[in-house]
């Protein structure tokens, strides 16, 4: 008959209460192929804005010079794609989380997860607003930056209320975001680097820590 150490159940008792607190306290169901997920619909998007853009700035041929899309047609197709991508990104990201919560036996919409929501959202509403009406006054330069720093404000601040590593992806959104800002004309890429390849790389880290060996 196998022996037990000396304070190896007290061990495995306070380990079972400390993850039962953490259930209760935070949500614990998200998965890190939802961070890939959303990072791939990033990439994806930014591939096609780059299109866009390279409509509307024209481009030589046989036929000569083309100008491409006007302002206006830009705007609207950057706006609708934008729709496309965050509507795809949250899909998948939520399919992923709550096949990984069903698989745990944790529900996916409790006490939890609305404190987490609602605290996520008050700074991606506030950073909405923001950007909105720079877009009303067509400040596109510093709207990559401003989706960068706001997301990342919205996952700092969430981030008591879920996996605490998420608060090192908020940090390195808000820090590309700040140094997009002195670099204006590359948003497109600072924005497919912060939405894109962190989110890919942090789903990736999250994974490998928490859902490998399960």
Known sequence: ??????????????????RIMERSSRFVSLS???????????IGGAWVANR??????GAYNSRGFTTGDDFSQLKLKLMLLGAVVFLLAFASSYYLTWRKARKAGLPVWDHTSKRLAWNM????MAGGAFIIGMLRYDVWIFVAPACLVFYGLALVNASKYTLSDIRYLGYCEIVL???????????LWFWA??????????????????????
Do not use: Q
């Not at 000396?6 to 306070?14: A, I, V």
């Not at 890190?32 to 990033?42: D, E, F, K, Q, R």
């Open 121 to 124: 959202l008050v700074p991606l």
């Open 193 to 214: 680097a912060g939405f894109g390849v962190l989110h890919i790389i942090y789903g990736v880290i999250m994974w490998n820590k928490y859902e490998r060996n399960n």
């Open 177 to 187: 975001g700040t140094v997009n800002m002195l670099y204006p004309g590359y948003g």
């Open 32 to 42: 890190g192929l939802s961070g890939v997920a959303a990072g791939i619909c990033a």
């Open 1 to 18: 008959m196998e022996e037990k150490l000396p304070g190896t159940s007290s061990l495995n008792d306070l380990s079972d209460i400390r």
């Open 52 to 57: 866009y853009f390279s409509n509307y700035y």
